[in-house]
């Protein structure tokens, strides 16, 4: 590893479109750019977010020897489109309606090429593989199982690996498009009356309102049916989606077919009311996929006898999937990246284009810090707000002013040092306020971030705490796993804790985010508890503040009380 390798990994011809940068195997930089097109899960061409990577790296696009793309694409026209065509004159029609994007896909690499000035190397890499790896570099585990599951990738909705000593291993290349876990999650998200591709988190948080065991017909309950929608062959070890159930294989924009919506009544549109019916179908959905997900790995488990589990693919944000993973006790440790989506496919591809490059299995050290986005110094942080008449006070104890405005009610967001890379605010673009009495949550709900009533709130402790508030068996750094609150101290965090007692947990580490570590320190030395509330800056609806400005104008717009930007504090009443 000598030699300076510089590759670019670029996510596009999908949702979440980013970019990452690496050097000798080692990633430096990783950017999103629905933070810069403010287009929540932007499916524009990553241009800003490959321009920052540059900046953060200090190089030029001249400077990059290879730019990684996450898919192939001649694999994706194939097999989704071509060879069903072929076989089915249903698919023809898709075929047909989707001809513009197939021929996007065809011209991939010129696009990239005229819009970047790029002459060097372009590499294709498989998706689900890119998942797979993204998951695996940085989990510090040797050995270790790997899955992925999304909505799809060339035409594989999800993979099985195994990592020894550095070298991924597939051991099983799907199950096949129309069959995943991900695009069915989607189509009932959709049937629910929330976004596709955006909203699947907020059925997550709905699910616990429901009861899959109640009757949906004479004789069926709501899992049955749903067992019935996402079949499990115990024999073969996978799992297929009942085709008389859906129809997003068929025709766009529909989803659900006439069969399920004759079982479960019209599909609920944006804003109408959510009643029993649309709960139990939430729960009924969570359900069949923890047990799907549970029996796949306790069979690979039980055959390869890996002790750890890496994980990747959209499926992986699902905390409350991740946390009965943890709580069924089939590994000992799990390692989530936090970009499961598809934006952290660029971080995959840059890591399978240094394999083939070192032509040899490479480890890199274990990478908790998922800081790698935009930053903003505190001289270019000084220089904006005095351009623009904001006062502001530079206080030496700035984190024992917060703790108290905090215990005082105030809502405080968080502007500091690089961005989050991946969907979790994590401390550094966050809104923080404390974790009690209860209605805390609903007073943030309704003064800034204005999200569904039922939804929860996360909370963030300090590391070495975490046992007195959590029944966690490791570390949560990305905010990933759902836990459940131990009742000993439950009590004294009620706002973070949803209707089934679990929390969505982030832990600090004083090495990964020492200010962060610094806050709830200066929290707890006053008021004895080591937990803060933290979620996303940003208002419903926006992706998270990526800039100075962004930062000050929603701070400004909304009825948060403070800023704390850079080394700096601004206050709303000044």
Known sequence: ????????????????????????????????????????????????????????????????DEIALNNNFYEMIKNIYLIPAINDKKRLKFLFEDIERIKSYDKQEKTIRDKLNFKKKISQHRHHYCHLISAYKPSG??????????????????????????KISVIDSGPMYPDSLGLIYSAITFYLGWRHHCDEGIIMGLAPYGNAYDKITKNKTYIDIFRDIIRYDNKNKRFSINKHWISYHLQRDTW???????????????????????????????????????????????????????????????????????ASNIFKRIYIQPASGDAGTAIGAVYSAFENYYRKP??????????????????????????????FKEPRDIYEILAN???????????????????????????????????MKDYLNLRVKFRENF????????????????????????????????????????AVIHVDNTCRVQTVDKKINPSFYKLLQSFKKLTGCSVLLNTSF??????IVNSIEEAVNTFKKTNIDILFIGKFLIFKDD
């Open 1 to 64: 590893m000598k030699k300076k390798y510089i590759v670019l990994g670029v996510n596009f011809g999908g949702h979440d479109t980013s970019a990452a940068l690496g050097i000798n195997g080692e990633i430096v930089a990783a950017c999103e750019q629905e933070r810069y097109d403010k287009k929540k899960h932007s499916r524009e061409f990553p241009i800003d977010a490959i321009k920052d990577c540059l900046k953060i790296a200090n190089i030029k696009i001249s400077d990059v």
């Open 141 to 166: 585990f040797k050995k270790s199982l790997i899955m992925s599951n999304d909505g799809i990738g060339e035409n594989e909705s999800g993979m099985i690996g195994k990592g020894i000593n550095g």
């Open 256 to 326: 659900i077919s006439k069969k399920f919506i004759q079982i479960f009544g019209k599909k609920r549109e944006k804003n109408g009311k959510i009643n029993q019916n649309h709960k139990n179908i939430a729960a009924a959905l969570q359900l069949r996929l923890e047990e799907v997900v549970l029996s796949i790995l306790k069979y690979y488990q039980k055959k390869f006898k890996l002790n750890n589990l890496s994980i990747a693919g959209g499926v992986g944000l699902n905390c409350s999937l991740n946390g009965k993973i943890l």
């Open 362 to 391: 490479y480890q890199v050290k274990k990478r908790i810090n998922t800081y790698l986005g935009s930053s903003s110094s505190s001289v270019e942080i000084k220089k904006y707000l005095i351009k623009n008449k904001i006062k």
């Open 405 to 439: 405005e905090i215990n005082n009610k105030k809502i405080v967001a968080v502007y500091q040092d690089r961005a989050e890379f991946g969907p979790r605010a994590l401390g550094n673009r966050s809104i923080i306020c404390k974790p009690f009495p209860k209605n």
């Open 455 to 494: 939804r929860p709130f996360a909370p963030a402790v300090i590391s070495e705490d975490k046992d007195e508030y959590f029944n966690i068996k490791q570390e949560s750094p990305h905010m990933l796993i759902a836990c459940k609150a131990n009742k000993k101290n439950s009590d004294l965090i009620p």
């Open 538 to 543: 940003n208002v419903k609806g926006q992706p």
